[in-house]
């Protein structure tokens, strides 16, 4: 089979013939086969950084280029072994960030492949959903508004499509396609009978045949990958990464300032106190933050993928810890979004339907007498309508029945199997000639039929206040009459008053040679059969999760398209409001920006929303500083998740546009998944608090160790090959453990985090003074009860290291939380990676005292027990002051 490059030139036959296709579909022996030959239809990744090029990324940083330049210096000074720990440092904390980046790299990529395209095709003559991945050269693909045509495709059936093909032809305004051939020199965009891989539908449907795939389709060609580019930077990372960049220039000041007063003031030779301000700066600097925070964020990731919330841009899971307000649809979000067709009402009376789920057995009762669709004309006629005037189809598998396509279509096909009519026999007897398809901006989908004796009908179901605009009779008893339009709106209110969604069911008898339905012959002149009130309860774990997200101080706005009574009564029966006032998208639009910003402010329902309508409550919201999570799943609400602070598409029901113009996407479209990442969230920031508050007080008890010797001109208490030993071992082992920190306790039963506070709140600054201060009174005292003691230099120093490294382990136990107690079984022994960082510690710190080649090396010497002893009570003191300290700031709150 040869690929011709003039598909456009082919008429639909001649393209089947070459493709041996028929509209069908291929047969399944025929897609094992062309899978081999063409491959899986993906484009080609682009490529990726090497490793090396990923290593050496590692070693550009300011901290680095300085201990560079310290080691170059000291070897000159001839001091090798200093040179060599400083060369070792270099290198282990860069392979580490190289590592830990790497499998942070990895992880948000594995999130990012589960958000792989999807394709609905027509194989052996069924339509089915596939990963795009998998479609062949001959596959009949169907494409309709809000996908990304997933290869390239001859069309052979359309209704009002349009596709924007801006990423081929640079043209951002919609192409309205045909089907008919065009001349073999059209350029792209003129292209009117092929769709191309990568394009975005934006209006209407249309169904073609895959004629090239993977990296022979036209974008293939020219360019390799759509996808955003790959990053783990965001807001807080660039900001760390700032004040990385301002302390490291204020620790080279005061190292500068010590070695300067170290050698005019006290006296010591200049070499030494070079070598002495090297080690300052090396212990002051903290080099291990960037990386720490960088997987504290992949974690979250992680963590977030696992409980049904996909990350697509990684500053999202920051964001997602300081949202205020979640605007969330309704229909599948926070209801099941499995329908029930529950009430039929006709002119004459209001039928009730029993009968559970998809299962098409059910009955129909009037005032608790039961009644035979098959008796009742305008009974039957709806049903009728419900099954013709309907996309889903209705499927048992292992005695289970479910549905294909949308839900409420699905109870209306239901609904009609349960009156006694046989779907597929009734769309044999009328098969369709053509469609509007259902769009959320004009709320209803009609249908035009003939049955095989020529006579016509249009059906029509949607909104009610769509249907009753366009009717102006009304069917009773088989008799045609004057709308009565008062008794349908009272009669709608009193379903929708119950949560039921509603939808009207109208029709007009067409001619025979009537075979094309357009748009403005709808606009009048129909005929109402009647409304139908249909359940979708609301999911129970969503009901958890707004009160969970309330008692976070999260305010919840449902914006649905749905009826504003509908919506009041779930909104009331979930907890999302205790008044039912809502505003419908009618009643926004005249509104200007300020009012319409007071009323966002306190009404929680937006009813009959449209896509326009939720960009502007958003901005409303964000004006009021708010920081917004806001849902949606249709094409046209692009604009508004990628204006709100964390867009948030659904997975299931979502469209591609939807997808990829948002942070995150729901794979259950629960909303009780965007309660959890917000939970997450949370947690990665106070996880990324705790990494602060734990790294910085022990850079700074390092470095004030040094200062105070210099200072009282003592001989130092550490050396700087020893500090940067201590500083490399706690850096990787350590501070690493709290990234992954479960969540406490009353993570969400704080307000949101105010995003305008610094990173670095007065408690923090506070707290970091006052460990790194017990952390050199614990080091220096310790050093001088050995001197004291008559004791070596070298013992002293050992004992001085050890103490550092003891109590950097006993405040990591603090650190767990910030200010709650770790004083019980949860706070001592729940994190085991803190566990594992200590022992791994302590083995480090057993080998760097009596292994004979690492005290050659570091000058370390062996340690009695009562040494150990004072070293792990100063250690239990400092951990207690730390917990007394919370107690205290607990009640001064501060
Ligand atoms: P949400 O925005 O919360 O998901 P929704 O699903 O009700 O709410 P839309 O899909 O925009 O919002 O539907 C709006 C209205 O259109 C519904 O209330 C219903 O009356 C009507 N409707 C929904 N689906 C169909 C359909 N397949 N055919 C005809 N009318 C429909």
Known sequence: MDSPSNWHTMSTDQVCQTLHTTHEGLRSEQIAKRLNQFGANRLPEPPRRGWLMRLLAQFHNVLIYVLIIAALVTALLGHTVDSGVIVAV????????????????????????MLSQQAIVIRDGHRMQIPAKELVPGDIVFIQSGDRVPADLHLFKIKNLHIEEALLTGESVPVHKQVEPVAVDAPLGD?????FSGALVTYGQGTGIVVETGAKTEIGRISTMLSEVRTLTTPLTRQLDDFGRWLTGAILFIATLTMMFGYWVRDYALGDMFLAAVGLAVAAIPEGLPAVITIALAIGVQRMANRRAIIRRLPAVETLGSVSIICSDKTGTLTRNEMTVTTVVTAQYIANISGVGYNPHGTFSCNNQDISPQHQPELLEICRASILCNDATLIEKDEEWAIEGDPTEGALLVLGAKSGLEPKNLIQTMPRDDLIPFESEHCFMATLHHDH?????????????????????????????PLDPHFWLNQQEQIAAQGKRTLAIAMRPVPENHRILHFNE????????????????????AIEAVYSCHQAGIKMKMITGDHATTASAIAMQMGITSHPRSLTGIEIEPMNDEQLRDAVESIDIFARAGPQHKLRIVEALQDRQHIVAMTGDGVNDAPSLKRANVGTAMGIKG????????????????????????????????NIRKSILFILPTNGGQALTIIAAIAMGTTLPVTPAQILWVNMITAVTLALSLTVEPAEPDVMQRPPRNTRTPILSRFMIWRIVFVSLLMVTGTFGLFLW??????????????????????EGFYLLNSRYQIASVLNREGLLGNRYVLYAICWV???????????????????????????????IVGAILFLLVELEKKLMHRTKL
């Not at 292209?191 to 769709?195: D, G, I, L, S, V």
């Not at 050995?786 to 109590?807: G, M």
């Not at 302590?842 to 080998?847: N, T």
Request: proline content about 2%; overall charge negative; glycine content about 8%.
């Open 786 to 807: 050995e001197l004291n003691n008559r004791e070596s230099i070298e013992t002293a120093r050992t004992v001085a290291i050890n103490t550092l490294v003891v109590l």
């Open 842 to 872: 302590v083995f480090f710190q057993l080998a760097f005292t009596y292994l004979p080649i690492m005290q050659s090396f570091f000058h370390t010497t062996d340690i009695g027990v009562a040494s150990w002893g004072r070293i792990l």
């Open 522 to 541: 709808i606009d009048s002149g129909l005929i109402l059969l009647g409304v139908v009130g249909i359940i979708d309860p609301p999911r129970d774990e």
């Open 655 to 686: 469209t591609e546009a939807a997808k990829e113009a948002s942070e995150m996407v729901l794979a259950d479209d629960n909303f009780a998944s965007i309660a959890h990442a917000v939970e997450e969230g949370r947690t990665v920031f106070d």
């Open 191 to 195: 292209r009117r009978n092929m769709a």
């Open 90 to 113: 270099v290198l282990i904390t860069a392979l580490v960030g190289f590592i830990q980046e790497g499998k942070a790299e990895k992880a948000i990529d594995a999130v990012r492949n």
């Open 453 to 481: 004796a020529g006579n016509g009908i249009i059906y029509v179901k949607g909104a009610i206040e769509a249907i009753l605009s366009r009717c102006n009779k009304q069917q009773r008893k088989g008799k045609i009459e």
